[in-house]
């Protein structure tokens, strides 16, 4: 699983250091594609075949399931951890979610988010984290 937060900057040519503590879970192959609320989503690849097997369930005919599997599944990058513990963000990520060199790796569960921190520090702001738990909590969420 996934835990901590961790600040980090990419270098001019995209690579961004994973850190070690992330690093040992992910594994050698892993996957980065565009994440929700802006971010970058990083999936190791038992993770990665879960969701998109789970995908592949969805109707094809429902025009929602066109546009999350368009979503995740056209931006995927194979990811492969270098010497130095660098792994390259295709630009087309790094524009995406507007990483340019201060970024926040986030290990949430099953995943690693990867934010431009200008990004992170204003969603970060957790004020209404009371209200999200009672939401949550019709859902079956107790904590």
């Given amino acids: 699983m996934f ?9 001019a040519k995209g690579r961004l250091i994973i850190p070690s503590k992330l690093r040992d879970e992910l594994g050698d192959n892993f996957v980065v594609t ?12 038992e993770e990665w075949a ?4 789970h995908l592949k369930t969805l109707p094809l005919t ?3 399931t066109r546009m999350i599997n368009r979503f995740f599944l056209a931006s995927a990058s194979s990811g492969e951890i270098d010497k130095q ?3 390259l963000i295709p630009a087309v990520l790094r524009e995406y979610a507007g990483i340019e060199k201060d970024v926040v790796l986030l290990g ?3 995943r690693i988010e990867i934010w431009n921190k200008d990004a992170w520090e204003n969603e970060s702001g957790f ?6 738990a009672e939401r949550l909590a019709e859902l079956g969420l107790h904590f």
Avoid: A, P, Q, W
Wanted: glycine share 12%.
């Fill in 62 to 64: 429902h025009k929602d």
């Fill in 127 to 132: 004020d209404d984290m009371d209200e999200v």
């Fill in 3 to 11: 835990m901590g937060e961790y600040s980090h900057t990419i270098d």
């Fill in 34 to 45: 565009k994440g929700l609320d802006g971010c970058l989503f990083v999936y190791d690849m």
């Fill in 85 to 87: 513990g660098r792994v």
């Fill in 50 to 53: 879960l969701l998109h097997e």
């Fill in 108 to 110: 949430v569960g099953n």
